[in-house]
């Protein structure tokens, strides 16, 4: 990093993943180390699942006057996988900039879905953090990968932000973070870089929608839970899987479904319509038999 320019971060993320504490945390940590630092969010009414963005500006020497979105980042940081199949994480992406990504394939699977020339770095931060954490929030787990991508700050330096928001729970954050910066693999520059296109076809195909001049005449009554055009299966990281021999087929898994989308089948089990299951979990935690099983998407 040259005294003269500004590094511009740009974080991809869920909603409960923590993609706008990572950014606060880097940026006290480069204060902390004298230099100049910004973090900004970006979100709407977006719920847990929903994909989120946020922001970092860091300079040696330069205060930071801006305080627009990163449209065109040095360095940008996918928190989930599942987001490089619905949306162009690398929009922007300077060229010579870097893409730490958290996932369970290797470096090598996915330069294989790239193309350019940018340099790649990859760690399983789910894996990491559920195993120290005991959840599947990666945003101080991903830190530690972000950092040996890098060098944007010293592992060090993030133990007091780390310390001061999470009371108790620091260690384990620390721990998590040092692991992760351990375990990444870094690829040198060379095979990766704009996404091919077939990369873009989402999980579910989108209903078209009437036309003004097609609706009936009359009140129009929507269906219960969300328009299906927001496409709210994409916010999952986790799915419901059901044990038919522990079912007894209560119900109970969908009456407390928040988004309505866990219904029976013809056999009477009941099973979630994936086109909107944010995969929150609720369901597996209140069925009484433990016939649900949370699997993480692939």
Not at 16 to 26: D, I, R
Request: net charge neutral; charged share 20%; aromatic share 6%.
């Amino acid at each position: 990093m040259r005294k003269d320019e500004t590094i511009e971060i740009r974080w991809h993320g869920r909603g409960g993943q923590g993609a706008v504490t990572s950014a606060e945390l880097l940026a006290l940590a480069a204060i902390a180390e004298g230099k100049f630092a910004q973090a900004l969010p970006s979100f709407g009414p977006e719920r847990r699942g929903a994909p989120v963005l946020a922001f970092n500006r860091i300079s040696i020497d330069n205060p930071i006057r801006i305080r627009a979105a990163v449209t065109a980042p040095d360095i940008v940081v996918v928190l989930d996988p599942g987001l490089l199949s619905i949306t162009d994480v690398t929009s922007g992406l300077k060229p010579d900039g870097t893409l730490v990504i958290n996932s369970s394939k290797s470096a090598d699977n996915i330069k294989s879905e790239l193309v350019g020339s940018w340099k790649l770095a990859v760690v399983n931060a789910t894996a990491i953090a559920r195993e120290i954490l005991g959840v599947s929030i990666v945003n101080t787990t991903m830190l530690g990968a972000l950092i040996k991508a890098t060098s944007i700050v010293s592992l060090e330096s993030l133990h007091e932000p780390i310390q001061e928001r999470f009371g108790a729970r620091a260690k384990n954050n620390i721990d998590s973070c040092t692991r992760a910066y351990n375990a990444t693999v870094v690829a040198e520059l060379g095979a990766i870089g704009q996404r091919k296109q077939k990369a873009f076809e989402a999980a579910f195909q989108a209903e078209p929608l009437l036309k003004w001049r097609e609706l009936p005449i009359g009140c129009v009554v929507a269906e219960a839970g969300n328009a299906k055009q927001y496409r709210t299966g994409d916010w999952k990281s986790q799915h419901p899987a059901w044990n038919h021999q522990k079912c007894i087929k209560c119900g109970i898994c969908s009456l407390f479904c928040p988004e309505g989308c866990v219904k029976q089948n013809e056999e009477g089990y009941f099973e979630a319509n994936l086109y909107y299951c944010k995969g929150c979990g609720i369901c597996a935690r209140e069925c009484w038999t433990e016939a649900i099983t949370m699997i993480e998407e692939e």
